[in-house]
């Protein structure tokens, strides 16, 4: 297929080349979770730590010039990576969840009161749920959810009963980690701003794989984590928009974040400095800066499309496994990954025995209970596709399912088929 990335790119992945559970070839599937670093971005740690490291903005000192240097170009990568307008729109964070919550008090604790509206969706992660339940219990807000379709896509039809002129956020995801439902970001954008809202995106599973472009997407926050697109873990970005940032009140209190401190009173300083007290993650901010630089030489389109024909494949081949029941949309809506459960066998008991052929995946409910509940089910396996995974990794996958349904199948049946 030509739409495939070249083979050689996996000779980058030194992890990927190992073997698990006595020869088995390690078929790595779960990339949603968090995905693997080229050795371009674990050099670029190694150079760090060996050569350039020191805190930043601090120390008048050559390693300290360089640090800092490397921080803020990995700062001006990022915000290209998104196409922000500014570079100080650009916050380190220590990930999505650290993203949303800062948002949730800096923003939420200044804007939201008592009788406002908080648009969720049923499909959300934990972390972009549970901030906002508790800035609810902190104001007394209320929080209302964007209807699903019967497929699992938001009901953009619908946003009419949803949104009022109560309504100060709509935070959602721009992929759903559960369903794969890429979700219209933008449409939904449009239409929140119409009413009066803020909109933050949950941008953890579509910044590793798609172009983001948060001008066009007409967004005013979006958070992200760098371990799930080839950087390091413990650093994320929030992205908000400059008017909104400046006008923000700090969230963490420490050094870095203030202007002046006196003995009982500070001011703060200017974004992003506001919003990154302490140390930040300095290393994993340059290597996040190394992992952009790498899916940029392979280009962020080329990698989408690598997926959908992953998708493609992998929707039409999971069909063959008896009992399986595929939740979510239909391909052309949906990202790089899969959920799925079958009639007999636990999730958990499917990921294990997945695991015993070499095959690693998700099981469990996601950080999406609620959607899981709605569903009708308590837990679901999933399989999640990156730019290093290839077509025979699916056909071990849908392989080892099929023996693992053999093996499960209700003895009636069994005796059946071999009649
Ligand atoms: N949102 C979504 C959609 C996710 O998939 C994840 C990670 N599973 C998160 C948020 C949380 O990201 P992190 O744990 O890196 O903060």
């Not at 150079?47 to 008048?60: D, K, M, P, Q, T």
């Amino acid at each position: 297929d030509p739409r495939l990335l070249p083979e050689s790119l996996r000779d980058d992945f030194p992890i990927l080349h190992q073997n698990v559970h006595e020869g088995r070839p390690l078929v790595f599937l779960d990339s949603a979770a968090s995905a693997h670093r080229p050795r371009q971005v674990i050099d670029a740690i190694v150079e760090c730590y060996s050569h350039n490291y020191a805190n930043v903005h601090r120390g008048i000192h050559t390693l300290s010039e360089r640090a800092t240097d490397a921080y803020e170009q990995a700062r001006e990568k990022l915000r290209a990576f998104l196409n922000a307008e500014h570079a100080d729109e650009i916050v380190f964070t220590g990930g999505t969840t650290a993203a949303i919550n800062t948002v949730a008090r800096a923003w939420g604790d200044a804007n939201v009161s008592r009788g406002d509206e908080i648009l969720l969706t049923p499909m959300e992660h934990h972390s972009n749920l549970v901030p906002w339940f508790q800035l609810a219990e902190r104001t007394g807000a209320t929080i209302k959810h964007v209807p699903l379709t019967d497929d699992g896509r938001l009901d953009v039809d619908r946003m009419g009963e949803v949104l009022t002129d109560r309504t100060r956020l709509c935070a959602l995801a721009s992929v759903s980690n559960t369903l794969g439902t890429i979700n219209p970001v933008k449409t939904i954008a449009r239409l929140a701003h119409e009413a009066g809202a803020v909109v933050l995106v949950d941008a953890a599973q579509s910044a590793p794989h798609m172009h983001t472009d948060v001008q066009d997407l007409g967004v005013d926050f979006l958070a992200l984590s760098g371990h799930k697109m080839c950087g390091p873990s413990g650093v994320g970005v929030l992205y908000g928009r400059r008017e909104l940032l400046a006008a923000m009140p700090p969230f963490m209190g420490g050094g870095s974040m203030i202007n002046r401190v006196y003995l009982d009173r500070f001011t703060p300083a200017d974004p992003p400095a506001r919003f990154e007290a302490g140390t930040p993650p300095i290393a994993g901010a340059i290597a996040l800066g190394a992992a952009v630089d790498y899916l940029q030489s392979i280009g962020v389109d080329a990698i989408h499309r690598h997926e959908e024909a992953l998708i493609d494949y992998a929707w039409e081949r999971l069909q063959e496994v008896p009992g399986i029941r595929l939740l979510g949309p239909a391909p052309k809506f949906r990202a790089g990954l899969v959920s799925f459960v079958m009639e007999r066998p636990h999730p958990h008991d499917i990921a294990q025995l997945l695991d015993f052929d070499g095959v690693a995946v998700r099981a469990g409910h996601h950080c999406t209970q609620p959607l899981h509940d709605l569903l009708g089910i308590t837990a679901s396996t999933r399989a999640s596709f990156y730019l290093y995974n290839r077509p025979e990794e699916i056909d071990a996958l849908v392989g080892s399912l099929q023996k693992i349904g053999d093996r499960f199948k209700p003895s009636g049946r069994k005796r059946k088929r071999k009649q």
